[in-house]
T-cell receptor, first 111, second 110 residues
Framework: NAGVTQTPKFQVLKTGQSMTLQCAQDMNHNSMYWYRQDPGMGLRLIYYSASEGTTDKGEVPNGYNVSRLNKREFSLRLESAAPSQTSVYFC??????????FGQGTRLTVV | RKEVEQDPGPFNVPEGATVAFNCTYSNSASQSFFWYRQDCRKEPKLLMSVYSSGNEDGRFTAQLNRASQYISLLIRDSKLSDSATYLCVVNPGGYQKVTFGTGTKLQVIP
């Protein structure tokens, strides 16, 4: 069972470069989420998608865009990476009020 | 007030000890609650759901107090392998965003 799959697992970017983090789930979940986690800060919600075709801002959306490509896939794009975006990024999905399942994370460093 | 608040710890306890964490939430309409465990540099994983009547899973007991708006996690007979960060999770209901606490770090000492 794949669950939630994130790619890439590691990435180093130069300031100003762009990239897209990919997330796919095979559990037929309606809702998908992108979080970032920084030391001592806990998980902070960047964007979420309650269902296919909808996206909403979370707590820290600035500098990011998202696309809910279909029910399975929810991507996160950094248009112009900044050192402040160095973090671990987690994608998650869930159905209704059920538990959320997480991908293994993407460790991003912006230099 | 934050939506979900936890004591960050760390809680340093000897093996075999009993330790308890609390988590308070601000939205009185919240409908479901969970405890997650996160090991260093790994993704959070579900530890247990929290039911109104309280529930137990081996050495772990979770309780919900709706009147005071907090949930708790009790770990009995702590093991070295219990060392991790424990995240409190509150669902407001429906398809709204899941809210995580910042986590409580537990270190079990030999």
């Amino acid at each position: 069972n794949a669950g939630v799959t994130q790619t890439p697992k590691f990435q180093v970017l130069k300031t100003g470069q762009s990239m897209t983090l990919q997330c796919a789930q095979d559990m037929n979940h309606n809702s998908m989420y992108w979080y970032r986690q920084d030391p001592g800060m806990g998980l902070r919600l960047i964007y979420y998608s309650a269902s296919e075709g909808t996206t909403d801002k979370g707590e820290v959306p600035n500098g990011y865009n998202v696309s809910r490509l279909n029910k399975r896939e929810f991507s996160l794009r950094l248009e112009s990476a900044a050192p402040s975006q160095t973090s671990v990024y987690f994608c998650a999905s869930r159905m209704g009020q059920q538990t959320a399942f997480f991908g293994q994370g993407t460790r991003l460093t912006v230099v | 007030r934050k939506e979900v608040e936890q004591d960050p710890g760390p809680f340093n306890v000897p093996e075999g000890a009993t330790v308890a964490f609390n988590c308070t939430y601000s939205n009185s309409a919240s409908q479901s609650f969970f405890w997650y465990r996160q090991d260093c540099r790994k993704e959070p994983k579900l530890l247990m759901s929290v039911y109104s009547s309280g529930n137990e899973d081996g050495r772990f007991t979770a309780q919900l107090n709706r009147a005071s708006q907090y949930i708790s996690l009790l770990i009995r007979d702590s093991k070295l392998s219990d060392s991790a960060t424990y995240l409190c999770v509150v669902n407001p209901g429906g398809y709204q965003k899941v809210t995580f606490g910042t986590g409580t770090k537990l270190q079990v000492i030999p």
